[in-house]
Nanobody, 124 residues
Framework: EAQVEESGGGLVQAGESLTLSCRLK?????MGWYRQAPGKGLEGISC????????YVVDSVKDRFTISKDTAKATLYLQMNDLKPEDTATYYC????????????????????WGQGTQVTVSS
């Protein structure tokens, strides 16, 4: 059974950068990043297809966040720059039972495998 494990969260100050990593212990699949802020619902923020040729980042963070994937290492990354207090959330990595990335896939949230989450806290 495929498993995903996130790492890289932490406490940073506003304006700083952080890179999240997610290791997929299976064959390459489409993957995505989600986050859940305190008291809010799950928000899809970025996805990438199985070979890393198609990406999507939601408008609210696309100028600051970049998704990438090392297919050889089956590892997904989320580079987050110029972090803001409103980015404070638990970030989840997900891997699909499918190969594609699209806004619809991201909004649907129907990835098959989910990580435990990694906390990102941005202080002002």
């Amino acid at each position: 059974e495929a498993q995903v494990e996130e790492s890289g969260g932490g406490l940073v100050q506003a304006g700083e950068s952080l890179t999240l990593s997610c290791r997929l212990k299976a064959d390459n699949l489409a993957m995505g990043w989600y986050r859940q802020a305190p008291g809010k619902g799950l928000e899809g923020i970025s996805c990438i297809n199985w070979i890393g040729t198609t990406t999507y980042v939601v408008d609210s963070v696309k100028d600051r966040f970049t998704i990438s994937k090392d297919t050889a290492k089956a590892t997904l990354y989320l580079q987050m720059n110029d972090l803001k207090p409103e980015d404070t959330a638990t970030y989840y990595c997900a891997a699909g039972g499918f190969l594609s990335c699209s806004p619809e896939r991201l909004r649907g949230g129907d990835y098959k495998y989910w990580g435990q989450g990694t906390q990102v806290t941005v202080s002002s």
